[in-house]
C-alpha cells in the first residue's frame, strides 16, 4: 500500500481530468482544503513525535532546511504542489522547471513513507489526487499534446513510490533517516499550511472550507 496509494491517486486524478474536466474550482478548493489540513495533521501527530525522539539536537535545523527547500522547489514550479497553477497559453513541449521541481518534491515525500505504517501514504495520496487534477486540467487547457501529458502525469505519479523504494533498499540512506525525515517534515509544513490559506478566494474561510479542515484533523487523529 505505501507504493501503491500515492501512485493510483495521481493516475485516478489524471483519469478524472482527462474524462470529466471539472470546471468547478469551489468543489476542487475544498478539496484542497481537506488534503492540506489532513496531511498538516498527519505531520504534527504521527511525524513530529518520532523524529524529536532522536537525540540530535539539530533536528529542528533539518525541519526549516526542508522549508526554506521547498520555497526554493516554489521558484520553479510556480507553487503547483499546492494546486497553484495559472495560465491557458499553448505549450508544444513538456514545461521542463515545473517537471523536474515537481519530480524533486514527490521523490522527497516517498522518504519517509515506508517508516509510517501506510499512514503518511495515505496523507500523501489524499493531498496528490486534487493536485493531479488540477495539473492535467491546466495542461489541456494550455493545449499540451496527451501524450505529453500522460508521461508527465506518469512519471509524477512514480516518484514517490521510488522515494520510499529508495529509503527502503540504499542502505546507506538509513544513516541519515532521521535528517532526511526532518527535510521532509518541513516540505509538508510549507505545502499543508500554504494549501490550508491558499484554497479560498481573499484567503477568507468561510463554513464550507472550515468543516473540511476540522474532517481532515479528525481524520488524522483517528487513523
Known amino acids: 500500500m505505501n507504493y501503491l496509494l500515492p501512485l493510483l491517486s495521481v493516475l485516478i486524478g489524471y483519469i478524472v481530468a482527462m474524462i470529466i474536466r471539472p470546471k468547478n474550482k469551489t468543489n476542487l478548493k475544498l478539496l484542497l482544503a481537506f488534503s492540506g489540513s489532513f496531511l498538516l495533521s498527519l505531520t504534527v501527530m504521527h511525524l ?4 524529536y525522539e532522536s537525540t540530535k539536537p539539530s533536528i529542528g535545523l533539518f525541519i526549516m532546511v526542508g522549508i526554506l527547500f521547498q520555497i526554493i522547489l516554489e521558484f520553479f514550479s510556480k507553487g503547483a504542489e499546492h494546486g497553484h497553477v495559472h495560465g491557458h497559453s499553448n505549450m508544444s513541449h513538456i514545461p521542463w522547471l515545473l517537471f523536474i521541481s515537481l519530480c524533486i518534491h514527490a521523490f522527497l515525500e516517498g522518504f519517509p513513507v515506508g517508516h509510517n505504517h501506510g499512514k503518511l501514504a495515505l496523507g500523501i ?11 492535467t486540467t491546466f495542461f489541456i487547457n494550455s493545449h499540451l499534446n496527451k501524450k505529453a501529458i500522460f508521461i508527465f502525469m506518469l512519471t509524477f505519479a512514480l516518484m514517490t513510490p521510488l522515494g520510499t523504494f529508495a529509503s527502503a533498499y540504499f542502505t ?21 499550511s500554504t494549501i490550508i490559506f491558499e484554497s479560498s478566494e481573499g484567503h477568507k474561510f468561510n463554513i464550507a472550507k472550515v468543516s473540511m479542515i476540522v474532517i481532515g484533523i479528525a481524520l488524522a487523529y483517528f487513523l
Open 48 to 51: 513530529l513525535p518520532g523524529i
Open 172 to 192: 546507506g540512506l538509513n544513516q541519515y533517516r532521521s535528517e532526511i525525515t526532518a527535510v521532509v517534515i518541513g516540505i509538508l509544513f510549507h505545502i499543508s
Open 125 to 135: 495520496a489524499i493531498h496528490h489526487l486534487p493536485i493531479a487534477i488540477i495539473l
